[in-house]
């Protein structure tokens, strides 16, 4: 699989989506986190009027786009109403539900998603499900506890039925555990095939220590794939 191929599937989905869904009203704008919304707060920030709309990021890596871009660094704190919101996703259902998480940035993610009126995915083909959760994306549901849950929360997601959990490692760059945005932990709890991913986030949220999952059902207006062949396809429910 060719590097430029994917990147340039990125590059398509995000300019697509900018240009199709970004209402020239628009006052306030969410920024995701990853490497696919970089070409949206690229695209953003080649518009005439950029500085007629402020940002809200949902990470470290967000905020550094809307500032690298030109773009107005505002914070949820003071918009809490969103016009519309652009993000990245780990894996697309034929029903728009999403997993997310992969870039470790979830909480913030999913309370700028639903603060949002829209909320525009964009990814590339390898993202897209044929049918349910858990088939393209194969390293679980990420999910953010807060650290010293995290022994109880791995028993009791074995107990949910999961087939493999694993506190999310920084690998080479850190030793111990990656500590998110919001210095909490993050769990890979692999599920297989997810059948009823609102049932599955509503078990996992009520775990005791669990902040949010990378389980985003009922949020997505529309998601933009970039394809191998150059196009961009549209889901839209
Ligand atoms: O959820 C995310 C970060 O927490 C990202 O949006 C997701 O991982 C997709 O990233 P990329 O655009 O790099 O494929």
């Known amino acids: 699989m060719s590097t430029d191929l994917v990147e ?3 590059k398509s989905a995000a300019y697509k989506a900018v240009d199709e869904n970004f209402p020239e009203s628009a006052k306030v704008v ?3 986190s990853g490497s ?4 949206v707060a690229e695209r953003l920030g080649q ?3 950029k500085s007629g709309f402020v940002c809200i990021p949902t990470g470290f890596q967000s905020k550094q786009l809307i ?8 914070s949820i704190e003071q918009y809490s109403n969103i016009d ?6 780990d894996e697309v259902d034929t029903d728009l539900n999403l997993i ?6 979830l909480f913030q993610e999913k309370l700028v998603a639903i603060a949002s009126k829209q909320f525009i995915v964009v990814a590339d083909y390898r993202k897209r499900s044929p049918s349910k959760l858990g088939i393209q994306w194969t390293k679980g549901v990420p999910i953010e506890i807060v650290p010293n849950s995290y022994a109880k929360i791995t028993n009791d997601l074995y107990d949910l039925g999961a087939k493999k959990v694993i506190l999310r490692q920084g690998g080479s760059s850190k030793a111990g555990p990656v500590v998110t945005d919001n210095n909490n932990f993050l769990i890979d709890a692999d599920f297989g095939e997810i059948a009823d991913p609102v049932k599955l986030h509503t078990q996992i949220k009520l775990l005791v220590g669990v902040v949010e ?7 997505t207006t529309k998601a933009y794939f970039g394809e191998e062949n150059g196009q961009v396809g549209v889901l839209t429910k």
């Open 213 to 219: 999952t990378g389980l985003f059902t009922d949020i």
């Open 67 to 74: 500032i690298d871009n030109g773009l107005s660094l505002g």
């Open 47 to 49: 518009l005439r009027n």
């Open 8 to 10: 340039q599937a990125k």
């Open 84 to 89: 519309i919101a652009f993000d990245g996703a």
């Open 30 to 32: 969410g920024i995701g």
């Open 100 to 105: 997310k998480g992969g870039g470790a940035c």
């Open 36 to 39: 696919t919304v970089i070409y």
